[in-house]
């Protein structure tokens, strides 16, 4: 397995070297806005550690990345009032995985709805920042 490269977009992003929309962040992890989501409300779970994926992550991270996996998902169906939520997590490039550092994506799902196919196409900043609002108001909901 390769090793981690502290390169990859989220190290930027938690070292504040390149900006995001962040949705929620405790001592562990932080939860940002996909900026190419598959479905309105998309967040991405980053550890704060370094790991590469789930091959290398120390039990801990899992742990944390769980718990706030858990968070978000009630949050952005409550946000979008949703049916329910995808949850996907990819590991290597044969798995699927694209950037790597560990992540865990949530998407707000609907009855009937199929997810946007990921066409590398940004979404706009204004409605990232939108959708992560309304994230936002849910987990002070509680």
Not at 51 to 77: G, M, S, W, Y
């Amino acid at each position: 397995m390769t090793s981690y490269d502290p390169a990859n977009v989220f190290a930027k992003i938690l070292r504040g070297e390149l900006p995001s929309q962040t949705v929620y962040e405790d001592g562990e992890t932080i939860a940002i806005m996909d900026i190419m989501p598959r479905a309105d409300g998309h967040v991405l779970v980053v550890p704060k550690a370094a790991c590469r994926n789930i091959f290398d992550a120390q039990p801990e991270a899992l742990k944390a990345v769980a718990l706030t996996t858990q968070k978000l998902a009630h949050a952005v169906k409550r946000a979008f009032s949703a049916d329910g939520v995808t949850i996907q997590q990819f590991n290597e490039p044969a798995g699927g995985q694209v950037v790597f550092h560990l992540h865990v994506h949530v998407m707000p799902r609907f009855e009937g709805v199929a997810l946007r196919p990921h066409t590398g196409a940004m979404e706009k900043p204004e409605v990232l920042a939108a959708n992560a609002e309304k994230i936002r108001d849910a987990l002070k909901a509680g």
